[in-house]
């Protein structure tokens, strides 16, 4: 499993943000270049992709841990506006955003004021249990 953190993405590049297109692409261009960045930094020591076969399937756990007075955004739109992200890590963790086959969302019970989300990124063929956190987190029913 790989984790990767970056900042929460801004709400207009969520479907439900009815942006320019323009404006959508930009911001979807920085997330690109954050999360690349990121990636280099977390996976320094490691060779690229680290998830290297096409046809490997992958599985993405975003762990949001909201600003004070943040809200809980739908399902859909956390994964929208995470595209950016996804396409950042594209080449370095896996080599085809495609290989993406699911994604499971998690939020804090309470806010944490840190503004950050969690990428936990895996192949299908690895356990798929949700990491340990440091916060309280929602209860799954």
């Known amino acids: 499993m790989i984790t990767i953190s970056l900042p929460i993405p801004d709400r207009k590049l969520s479907l439900n943000g009815r942006e320019h297109w323009r404006t959508v692409r930009a911001g979807q261009q920085a997330q690109h270049q954050l999360s690349a960045y990121a990636a280099l930094v977390v996976l320094d020591d490691m060779p690229s992709p680290k998830i290297p076969y096409p046809d490997a399937k992958?599985?993405?756990?975003?762990?949001?841990?909201?600003?004070?007075?943040?809200?809980?955004?739908?399902?859909?739109?956390?994964?929208?506006?995470?595209?950016?992200?996804?396409?950042?890590?594209?080449?370095?963790?896996?080599?085809?955003?495609?290989?993406?086959?699911?994604?499971?969302?998690?939020?804090?019970?309470?806010?944490?004021?840190?503004?950050?989300?969690?990428?936990?990124?895996?192949?299908?063929?690895?356990?798929?249990?949700?990491?340990?956190?440091a916060w309280a987190t929602e209860e799954w029913r």
């Open 58 to 133: 992958v599985s993405v756990f975003i762990d949001v841990e909201r600003k004070k007075g943040g809200h809980v955004w739908d399902t859909a739109g956390i994964i929208e506006a995470c595209k950016g992200y996804c396409d950042g890590l594209e080449g370095l963790i896996y080599t085809d955003d495609k290989q993406i086959r699911g994604f499971q969302v998690r939020w804090d019970k309470e806010p944490t004021g840190n503004g950050l989300i969690h990428l936990y990124i895996r192949a299908l063929s690895e356990p798929q249990d949700w990491p340990v956190v």
